[in-house]
């Protein structure tokens, strides 16, 4: 009896010993255990056997075979307990050793992840200062931007299709239940890079880029007026910054005029209602898990290229044929260059944004876009020349620290938000799971149905 006991015990050791083994993927020490576990049971069953015929021997008063049936099967259970101490000592060293290997791959992943990061974000930086510098440039020797927000989205849109027939992503399959949501976000796709390419051909780059600082203004007051998303003390009062840096900015800008400041405003709550539209829209059955953010920003870009015409023709007439230009008193060549180099940089820098964005969170990523806010400002103030005084300087600066202020406000009212989730959520116990160490597979071996 007792030696069935200790053969109970050592199978329940070596069945954990597994179920640890297979949690450190140590395949060696799970593999040797499972060894051992077999020999245990095997000794269970020797014990069992040595217990019956133990009492049969009991029964005919035979007492001394008894006793040398249970010392031989005493010496299996002893056996098997020596093996079981020899694999978990291998099992041990095999994980050591296979820690260590795994800490220096670890590191080697974690710096080629790191590497890779920081290059795509060198590229949105470097992507979107290029297009700024040459949007600026084409909107000042062709003042004409609804024309140009048409033919920058019509190179993204061939860079698009490219990318489709060449694999290099998989074309989404559209029908017309897809569109019926995605059309609107085209149409405010369209209308928001119509009114930024106005803004910048009225005002400095940097000024522009300033004014566009107040996106989580209208953000936050979209959020609560169509997703009843209140905000945070901590995110209103990030937002105070944010406000009266803009409105510092803009009493001591130099270039100052309605029609380029208001552009910008437009800019600013057009894409804020795109970004609440596209939440409401991507939870639809329709759409929802049937294409992915790159695809959706691809569709909308085509469909916003054949918005885009009709405006132009309609507002500005055929601008963009080189025998329009050429009238115009154009270096067609260059003005063509320009553009395709715009459009290029365009789509790329706004692909970039949604690769940057699948590899890191929200958050992290709001404080990477303030960060390249910065970097065009500076950049674009450098290469134009653009004249700026110190109170200028200082509400640009105010205005983009309200920035960062909200992107930590907005990171904590997200962790609070879990937090509340995860204490609210009740546990509810299964038995066909597992429950601590032990599995139900172990207590169906081992028969301890009551042991937690």
Known sequence: ?????????????????????????????????????????????????????????????????????????THVYYASMRRLVCASASSVAEEGSDKMVNFFSGRGKDAARAAGLLALFACWYGFNIVFNIYNKQILKSFPYPVTVTFIELGVGSALIAAMWASGAKKAPTLNREMLKPIIPLAVIHTVGNLLTNVSLGKVAVSFTHT????????????????????PSLAVVGALVPVVGGVALASITEVSFNWAGFFAAMGSNITFQSRNVLSKKMMGLSSIKGAIDNINLFSVITMLSCLVCLPIAMGLEGVRFTPQAMAAAGLNVGELIQRLAIAGFCFQMYQQISYMILSRVTPVTHSVGNCMKRVTVIVVTLIYFKNPVSPLNIAGTALALFGVFLYSRAKQNEKGAKKEKAAAAAVAVPTSSGASGAYTDEFRRITGLSNIE
């Open 211 to 230: 004014i566009k600082a107040m996106e989580p203004f209208f953000s936050v007051l979209l959020s609560a007026l169509f997703l009843g998303d209140i």
């Open 1 to 73: 009896a007792r030696s069935g006991a200790m053969s109970v015990n050592v199978s329940a050791c070596a069945h954990v010993h597994v179920d640890a083994s297979l949690k450190r993927r140590t395949h060696g020490g799970a593999r040797r255990a499972r060894a051992t576990c077999a020999a245990v049971d095997r000794s269970m069953a020797a014990a069992g056997r040595a217990h019956e015929r133990e009492r049969a021997a009991y029964g005919a008063h035979t007492v001394r075979e008894a006793r040398t049936f249970a010392r031989r099967d």
